[in-house]
């Protein structure tokens, strides 16, 4: 309850923050009303009394509902001390603690604040309320395995099923038995909530029913083949025939959305006269900056314009926006799938769930009755699309969770209690890779290099080639690869500019390396005083390389800090990219392929066969390659390549390439032939 601010320099005295000691401001008072008018704010008595009451309850309510931005200051207000609440998204824990700092009147990183890999925008002591995203929750486990600085842990997004998220619940489970003080939440849309419940041991279910206006769903009626064409038809058709009403659009990732965004803000331009009001398209996805994403909140500008919203499915349950009204769905999104036989994992444009689907359809209900557009059939929806999705503990390359549960010194990795426990088989592909990699020894112990990759909040063969780069004497080098690994691709090629582009990228060529190609536009970039008006007439994306610099600077830091060597052969030396190709191959050796005829690749091992991704550097055709990503889009492809010498396969601290570990075959007869044109030894084997 506020109390009352003292008077100040004569003025008269208003209620006053009890977070701050200061008067409210008058953001506060318009936030207020909003967020008292949540079905959550108004079930708050009862959630925080069963909160209080049990060690863990499972909160389901109506995406929209109030869970995210006000359960965890509700809990704050009745006495917990801290509080981490976990999103899947980076955009969403971002976008929510910044909503919960302006509701409180506190300022962003005090009291309130998140953390997301490679930003911190929290205080060891003054932030009481954390967003964090799941990920990151599970590393604060690192330095403190019973996570004892929080009383209170939110799971928000548990229906999402991340990987992180089921990692945290199994070991949350354990440590709500050794911490008799620690309270826990689990929330979720209204999906899968008995599942949580019996995981739990029964937990008790909290059910917030929001307000739902009805959305009449709309089907296809023949099935559809370019859905970018149908959603750009389907908004047209909306613009010019129905009333007002803002539109959200769900497709699959940034290019499809930007060019979406390019389509619909041409065609706005082209008939705003004939339409009377205008769009104003705005594009909603991770990468980018907070200042933009918050525009998908603000009220249209100009006033009379109909907003239309293309965002990835984060606008599915994690960020809601109000006023929408019609929804187009064309029932695609970007999912991680993991192929055990190759072994490679890799984001594939796949057909979403039918729980998504009704997700999707009701964001149009949330302000008033809306219509839902699917843009394919009815027929599709009940035979096309799965009941639900996978968690993606199913569909996941285990390395980093083993590695992760290792370093938190859990060795009984079998019996760990997940609620969907992944195949042992997969499980044990995944220790076998580790020990490869030299994270794990013979006895499936942990080694040194393996506690140092775990360190890293980065895939684990791109640790690798971080620990080892200072051997190979260009650490430099590889952490500036590491970092632009890390952001979307930097490249930028506008349809109608296409070839422009091309010719730009040119400049940067090192002609056998994507990967070193990467270096020289992120150099060229400092070069140029990381100037945006350069980057524009390079055709690259500014906002990515910000972000790059960014990480690279952490990253340093934390080579630093392990004592690990900053290094390079400098910018001149004739063997820089072959040392850096060689850091690749460190981290990424069993991602090679030999060439085998034509324009194919046979990839090590599993032997399948790729094409080098349109968008490599390289147009000659080397012998080997390491290569960062396997990709399927309309054939099977390697991207962001480097050519090798095949004799360094063999140079390699690994076991991989003991050819007593390959079966007769073409992967064999291909490394047989590198080892004797390279006079290697057959075999290391003794
Ligand atoms: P839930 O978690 O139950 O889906 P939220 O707590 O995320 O619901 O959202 C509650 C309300 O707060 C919604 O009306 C949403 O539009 C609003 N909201 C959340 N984040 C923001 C933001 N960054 N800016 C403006 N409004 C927001
Ligand atoms: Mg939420």
């Known amino acids: 309850r506020p109390s009352r601010c003292r008077e100040t320099n004569g003025g008269p005295a208003g209620p006053c923050n009890p977070w701050t000691g200061k008067p409210f401001s008058s953001l506060y008072y318009q936030l207020e009303e909003k967020r008292r008018a949540l ?16 060690r863990v309850v499972v909160l389901q309510g109506e995406t929209g509902s109030g869970k995210t931005t006000q359960v965890p200051r509700l809990l704050l207000e009745a006495g917990f001390q801290r509080i981490a609440c976990t999103q899947p998204r980076r955009i969403a824990a971002v976008s929510v603690a910044t909503r919960v700092a302006h509701e409180m009147d506190v300022r962003l990183g005090e009291l309130v604040g998140y953390t997301i890999r490679f930003e911190d925008v929290s205080h060891p002591k003054l932030t009481r309320l954390k967003y964090v995203t ?12 019973r996570l004892s600085r929080y009383d209170c842990i939110i799971l928000d997004e548990a229906h999402e099923r991340t990987l992180s998220t089921d990692v945290l619940m199994g070991l949350l489970k354990g440590i709500l038995k050794q911490r008799p003080e620690l309270h826990m939440v689990v929330m979720s849309a209204t999906l899968e909530r008995d599942h949580f419940c019996t995981y739990f041991d029964h937990a008790p279910l909290l059910n917030v029913s929001g307000r739902m206006h009805p959305v ?11 859905y970018l064409f149908a959603v750009e038809q389907q908004v047209r058709q909306i613009h010019e025939n129905e009333p007002a009403g803002d539109v959200l659009i769900f497709l699959t990732g940034e290019e499809e959305i930007e060019d979406m965004c390019s389509r619909l803000r041409h065609y706005s331009r082209a008939t705003a006269r004939k339409h009377g009001a205008p769009l104003q398209v705005l594009p909603l996805y991770s990468a980018l900056p907070m200042s933009v994403q918050e525009r998908v909140f603000e009220p249209p500008r100009p006033p009379e314009a109909r907003k239309v919203i293309v965002a990835t499915n984060v606008a599915e349950t994690s960020i809601t926006i109000d006023g929408i009204t019609y929804v187009i769905d064309p029932g695609f999104a970007k999912v991680k799938i993991y192929n055990p036989s190759t072994r490679v994992e890799s984001l594939l444009v796949s057909p979403i769930s039918q729980d998504s689907a009704r997700q999707r359809a009701g964001r149009a209900g949330r302000t008033r009755p809306g219509i839902c ?26 390395c980093n969770v083993v590695l992760t549960l290792k370093k938190l010194g859990i060795h009984d990795l079998i019996h760990f209690d997940f609620m969907d426990p992944p195949a042992p ?13 030299g994270a794990v020894d013979e006895e499936v112990e942990l080694t040194q290099l393996g506690r140092q990759m775990a360190e890293f909040p980065l895939d684990i063969q791109i640790a690798r080639m971080l620990l080892e780069s200072p051997r190979h004497g260009s650490s430099n080098e590889a952490i500036t690869l590491a970092a632009m690994l890390s952001v979307p691709n930097v490249f930028l090629r506008p349809r109608q500019q296409a070839d422009e582009a091309d010719a730009r990228k040119q400049r940067f060529v090192v002609s056998d390396s994507d990967h070193a190609t990467l270096v020289r536009v992120f150099e060229a970039f400092m070069d140029h005083g ?13 906002r990515a390389l910000m972000h790059a610099v960014n990480i690279r600077r952490q990253l ?10 900053i290094c390079s052969p400098g910018r001149r030396a004739p063997d820089r990219w072959i040392r850096l190709r060689r850091c690749v191959l460190e981290g990424f050796f069993s991602q090679t392929a030999f060439w085998m005829r034509r324009r194919d690749y046979l990839t090590i091992r599993d032997e399948q066969l790729v094409g ?10 080397p012998s080997w390659v390491v290569f960062h990503e396997f990709v399927l889009t309309t054939g099977s492809y390697i991207r962001t390549v480097s050519q090798i010498e095949p004799k360094w396969l063999f140079e390699l601290p690994t076991k991989y390439y003991d050819l007593l570990e390959y079966k007769e075959g073409a992967s064999r007869r291909a490394l047989e032939l590198a080892a004797r044109l390279t006079g290697q030894r057959r075999s290391a084997a003794p």
């Not at 929750?137 to 330095?143: K, M, V, W």
């Not at 557009?373 to 285990?398: D, K």
Request: negative net charge; glycine residues 2%; aromatic residues 10%.
């Open 425 to 437: 088989d997969t499980m044990i592909r995944a220790l076998e890779m580790l020990f490869y990699l």
């Open 39 to 54: 079905p959550v704010f108004q079930e708050r008595e009862r959630i925080v009394e069963i909160v209080k009451r049990n």
């Open 216 to 226: 009449d769903i709309r089907f296809a009626e023949r099935p559809v083949f370019d």
């Open 134 to 145: 799941d990920g990151m929750l599970l590393r604060e486990a690192f330095q403190d395995d």
């Open 556 to 565: 340093e830091l934390m080579m630093q800090r392990m004592g690990l060597r």
């Open 530 to 542: 990381c100037d945006r008006q350069w980057c524009a007439e390079n055709y690259l994306n500014d």
């Open 373 to 398: 557009y699917r843009l394919y059939t009815e027929e599709a929806f009940r035979t096309e699309l799965p009941a639900r999705s996978h968690p993606e503990i199913l569909r996941s390359n285990l």
């Open 612 to 621: 080098l991704h349109p968008s490599s550097v390289i147009r000659h055709r």
